[in-house]
């Protein structure tokens, strides 16, 4: 199941073919172990990376930590739950360090994410402080380069 879950995080374009080539199976085991991990919610999605400089998107993604007060019978789950019901919002961890919870979010403008942040999170009851750095470029994500520059076989980094 491993390495079948570690081809998928590579590329989950393989085709059922492919990976039971790679892992010197059958096809139809393939189909049916990836079926059961769908059904099992172990494979929550598939996604496409995607380098947003080369697109026509004028998006900004923006880092914010959060410091909370941890309710008394859920901790950080409630806090956390009412958080990734905005839309803005992609991503939600719990963390150890300085801050409780780090978000990933999406905004049209920088504007737009500043009064997310200001308007909705900071007024959350519970929401003791925030940390907000917007991404200027990405270079890699999942292990992909985004922006993987031609390489001169003459130099000596190469």
């Given amino acids: 199941m491993n390495d079948l879950l570690n081809l998928l995080k590579q590329n989950a374009r393989l085709t059922n073919?492919?990976?039971?080539?790679?892992?010197?199976?059958?096809?139809?085991?393939?189909?049916?172990?990836?079926a059961d991990l769908e059904k099992r919610g172990v494979i929550r999605g598939y996604t496409a990376i995607v380098n947003e400089e080369l697109t026509n998107s004028t998006e900004v993604e923006a880092l914010?930590?959060?410091?909370?007060?941890?309710?008394?019978?859920t901790g950080f789950d409630d806090v956390a739950k009412t958080i990734?019901?905005?839309?803005?919002v992609e991503s939600v961890s719990l963390m150890s360090g300085k801050y409780d919870l780090a978000l990933t979010v999406k905004g049209r403008s920088l504007k737009e994410v500043a009064m997310f942040v200001s308007q909705r999170l900071s007024a959350m009851e519970g929401v003791l402080a925030t940390a907000t750095s917007f991404v200027l470029k990405r270079y890699k994500e999942k292990n992909i380069l985004i922006d993987e520059e031609e390489r001169d076989e003459r130099s000596m980094w190469g």
């Fill in 17 to 34: 073919a492919q990976l039971a080539d790679m892992l010197g199976t059958s096809e139809a085991d393939v189909a049916a172990k990836i």
């Fill in 64 to 73: 914010i930590e959060l410091r909370v007060t941890p309710k008394h019978d």
């Fill in 84 to 88: 990734m019901m905005y839309d803005e």
